[in-house]
């Protein structure tokens, strides 16, 4: 299994799906990437998806999540579906947290890349699964994990850089 997303570039990821685009809801960078999996494995009912910045650990403490998707049934998502009632379920991200008064609700879906300090590395990470996981908007990155359990397939992941600058 492989994703692709015409939104990474030489391994960058255009301005515009970040803190330098035109798009925001709540506050957050609102134009999500697109992506497409490839070769899915035989049996995939649904997939899951992490879109997060490891190297945001040592600016706040923690992995900063940007999206979480599950149940997702279909093998790509258009660029900006987040927020424009996608069909698959949105997660909670990191835009709820200690550096944020975003409520849940305003933090489910994209939260795009905005990194305070340097470039970060972003990595969309995709699981194909054996099941529909079924969880509710707004869940929690750990829920997704729990549930996933026993029911990975495959997972394939890509990494992209965004700078605070061009």
């Known amino acids: 299994m492989k994703v692709t997303s015409s939104a990474i570039e030489g391994g960058v990821i255009a301005a515009k799906y970040g803190c330098r685009g035109d798009v925001f809801v709540n506050g957050m960078p609102g134009l999500s990437i697109p992506f497409e999996i490839i070769d899915a494995p035989a049996g995939t009912e649904s ?12 600016v706040c403490g923690f992995d900063w999540i940007h999206w979480t998707i599950s ?5 790509s998502v258009k660029e900006g579906e987040s ?16 550096a944020s008064d975003n409520s849940i609700e305003e933090a489910t879906g994209y939260g795009g890349p905005a990194p305070p300090d340097r470039e970060h590395r972003y990595t969309l990470k995709v699981y194909a699964l054996d099941t529909v996981l ?15 359990q026993g029911h990975v397939l495959a997972h394939a992941k890509l990494v992209g850089r965004y700078s605070p600058e061009a």
């Open 134 to 148: 079924d969880l509710k908007r707004g869940f929690r990155l750990n829920e997704l994990y729990f549930a996933m």
């Open 47 to 58: 997939f899951a998806v992490i879109f997060d910045d490891y190297d945001a650990v040592p």
């Open 83 to 98: 927020h424009n009632s996608p069909d698959f379920t949105e997660g909670c991200n990191s835009w709820h947290s200690a």
């Open 71 to 75: 149940d997702l049934r279909k093998p």
